[in-house]
Each structure stands twice: as C-alpha cells, then as structure tokens.
C-alpha cells in the first residue's frame, strides 16, 4: 500500500469521526529530522465540544519514539507508556511493546470548539508510515449532558518498524540452505 493510499483512509476516517467526535489529532506531515523523523499532527477538537483540564488524546503504537523528542502548545503536557492512557468507553488495539504518546490538556480555561487545538509532535526512527488508533477523551460544551465527557477512537498514521530490506533475501537464502542440505542428508541415507 502506499502513502497517498494511508493518507486518503485517514483523512476519510476523520472526515467521518467529526460528526460525533471531540478531539481528531491527523497526521500534518513527516521532516527530517537528522538521521531520524518528526510526526508532526494537527489537532482539533469538533463543534459542540470543549477541551477541559485533564482532557486527553493518545497516539497507540508510536514505533521508534525517541524519548524527549515529543513537542506541543502551551497548556498541554506530554507523556509515553507501552500501555494505554485509554478513554473508559472505547477499545483501541494497544501492542504492550510499542509506546504510546499521550497528551493531556493542563490549561485552566477550557478550549471550545470548533477549534484548532496546535501541531503536536514527536520523533521517532522511521518514516515508514502505518495506520493504527488514537483515542481521546473531551467534553460536552452544549445541550442536557453539557460537562459530561465524550470519548472517541480512531484511525491515525503512525510510524512502523522498518523491515530490514535483507530479510526477505536471508529469509529465501535459508529455505534454499535448509532443502540443499536436506537434499545431501537424502542421498546419505540412500547410499
């Protein structure tokens, strides 16, 4: 698959989550970052919905996060685990070996959308782009459930573990190996 495939299924998935979501982080673009790579996602939180204290929104699977490397507005802070920060009502897929990049509101006046919530950011090894869950919890801004919070799920680009372009080659190599001296061990026996 390609790029432009993920990308399209991305802005698709999103497209679809904003008419009953809160916060929607989408991949912005991928820099250099000397030999390594910086995510950089734009993030919004949707029409009748608002960013309190202790909000959130988490990026599963971040493969090859550099520690120290994530960046964000002001008022929010940055943490990483191999598991979760997960909103109670949804159910992402979460590998426990790759971290998790979450990011959680600190600010003391709430942010009410429609709004364009920053370029929030991270490093990691690769620039090999997958597709996996984000998360978020935010909170009703209208109606009889105004303050209540609103948990969403999902699709985002993510980097992926880069496969060694030697694996498929070490891989039919050794199958090659294993049935030559299969072969010898054959007509060992036949002899």
């Given at each position: 698959m390609t790029k432009k495939y993920f990308l399209s299924l991305i802005f698709l998935s999103s497209t679809l989550l904003t008419a009953r979501a809160d916060i929607i982080p989408t991949l912005d673009s991928i820099t250099g970052a000397g030999s390594n790579f910086q995510w950089n996602y734009?993030?919004?939180?949707?029409?009748?919905?608002q960013v309190r204290t202790g909000d959130f929104f988490t990026i599963f699977d971040f493969a090859g996060f550099v520690p120290g490397s994530a960046m964000q507005?002001?008022?929010?802070?940055?943490s990483s685990s191999l598991i979760g920060l997960t909103p109670p009502t949804v159910l992402p897929q979460d590998d426990p070996g790759i971290f998790n990049l979450t990011w959680t509101y600190v600010g003391t006046t709430p942010i009410v959308g429609p709004q364009f919530l920053g370029i929030f950011s991270a490093i990691s090894d690769t620039?090999?782009?997958?597709?996996?869950?984000?998360?978020?919890?935010?909170?009703?801004?209208?109606?009889?459930?105004?303050?209540?919070?609103?948990?969403?799920?999902?699709?985002?680009?993510?980097?992926?573990?880069?496969?060694?372009?030697?694996?498929?080659?070490i891989g039919v190599s050794g199958l090659a190996a294993l049935g030559f001296f299969s072969s010898l061990l054959r007509r060992r026996r036949l002899s």
């Amino acid at each position: 698959m390609t790029k432009k495939y993920f990308l399209s299924l991305i802005f698709l998935s999103s497209t679809l989550l904003t008419a009953r979501a809160d916060i929607i982080p989408t991949l912005d673009s991928i820099t250099g970052a000397g030999s390594n790579f910086q995510w950089n996602y734009s993030v919004n939180v949707t029409l009748d919905q608002q960013v309190r204290t202790g909000d959130f929104f988490t990026i599963f699977d971040f493969a090859g996060f550099v520690p120290g490397s994530a960046m964000q507005p002001e008022g929010w802070l940055f943490s990483s685990s191999l598991i979760g920060l997960t909103p109670p009502t949804v159910l992402p897929q979460d590998d426990p070996g790759i971290f998790n990049l979450t990011w959680t509101y600190v600010g003391t006046t709430p942010i009410v959308g429609p709004q364009f919530l920053g370029i929030f950011s991270a490093i990691s090894d690769t620039n090999q782009l997958g597709i996996d869950n984000f998360a978020a919890r935010a909170t009703r801004s209208t109606g009889s459930l105004a303050g209540t919070p609103i948990d969403n799920i999902g699709l985002i680009a993510v980097p992926v573990p880069e496969m060694s372009a030697l694996a498929p080659i070490i891989g039919v190599s050794g199958l090659a190996a294993l049935g030559f001296f299969s072969s010898l061990l054959r007509r060992r026996r036949l002899s």
